[in-house]
């Protein structure tokens, strides 16, 4: 059926094709994540450059048809604009929206992986520690979608544990001195640590970020959930800028190098 739908939509990136179109991958409140056309847009003077933009909230009016859909207009909502005035905050937004693209396949439905990303841009856009709140905003996406670290407990018999833990990144959780036998990826995780993880997994939204963390802490944090991230999702996330994504155009034949 063809009809004109409005919604509001994060962008999470946009790839140029053919001469001067793009297509944008959009985070939506009502259908996940969805692959839209939006004609024209990479040219320069084109109304919908801003909305092409990656990390920016928009009002989109979609004209769908067949399950694809294209952009007939939009306004932005709100631009983020402390994070593309920041090289560290524009590079775990990247990392951020790659893992939110990734993750969204896994989604049930009944999770809101759009207020969490709200929440994250704005913590990335406002504060100063991006690599906390980029970190923090995985885990939590992690959760949603049903992969949280099991935490307290042995992840084989439930056996209630004090720390510090044996965790296993293969096992994906805690595990009792029984069930670590045959287990080669023991790491320990002290109470702190776990306590962090566990504000990351089950706070409320609006609490999520505003969390103080003690710098040790936070870098300790920060790369423990990446390693458990990557493991879980099989996939590496280096958070490199993709020039596409960023708009960054080429002059003549010269290349963008990574
Ligand atoms: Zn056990």
């Given amino acids: 059926m063809n009809r004109n739908i409005t919604l509001k939509a994060f962008t999470l990136s946009a790839f140029k094709i053919k001469e001067a179109d793009r297509l944008l991958h959009l985070l939506t409140k009502e259908h996940g994540l969805i692959t839209a056309y939006a004609g024209g847009a990479a040219r320069p003077k084109s109304r919908l450059v801003a909305c092409s933009t990656p990390f920016t909230l928009n009002e989109f009016e979609l004209y769908t048809h067949k399950g694809r859909y294209s952009v007939k207009n939009a306004d932005v909502i709100y631009a983020f604009a402390g994070i593309r005035e920041d090289f560290?905050?524009?590079?775990?937004?990247?990392?951020?929206?790659?893992?939110?693209?990734?993750a969204t396949r896994f989604e049930s439905g009944d999770t809101d992986l759009f207020e969490l990303f709200g929440y994250a841009l704005y913590a990335l856009a406002d504060r100063d520690w991006p690599q906390l709140h980029a970190?923090?905003?995985?885990?939590?996406?992690?959760?949603?979608?049903?992969?949280?670290?099991?935490?307290?407990?042995c992840v084989t018999c439930q056996a209630a544990l004090t720390a510090p833990?044996?965790?296993?990144?293969?096992?994906?959780?805690?595990?009792?001195?029984?069930?670590?036998?045959?287990?080669?990826?023991?790491?320990?995780?002290?109470?702190?640590l776990a306590a962090l993880l566990r504000h990351a997994v089950s706070a409320p939204l609006p609490r999520l970020f505003t969390v103080q963390v003690p710098h040790g802490l936070g870098i300790d944090m920060i790369e423990?959930?990446?390693?458990?991230?990557?493991y879980q999702l099989e996939k590496a996330y280096p958070g490199l800028l993709m020039p596409e994504a960023l708009d960054i155009s080429t002059k003549g034949n010269d290349t963008v190098e990574i």
């Fill in 88 to 102: 560290d905050k524009l590079s775990e937004a990247s990392r951020l929206a790659q893992v939110f693209e990734d």
């Fill in 135 to 153: 970190a923090l905003a995985a885990l939590r996406l992690l959760a949603a979608i049903g992969l949280a670290p099991f935490i307290g407990r």
């Fill in 165 to 192: 833990y044996a965790f296993s990144f293969q096992a994906s959780g805690t595990l009792c001195k029984t069930h670590r036998r045959d287990i080669y990826d023991l790491m320990p995780l002290n109470e702190n």
């Fill in 224 to 230: 423990w959930i990446w390693h458990y991230l990557e």
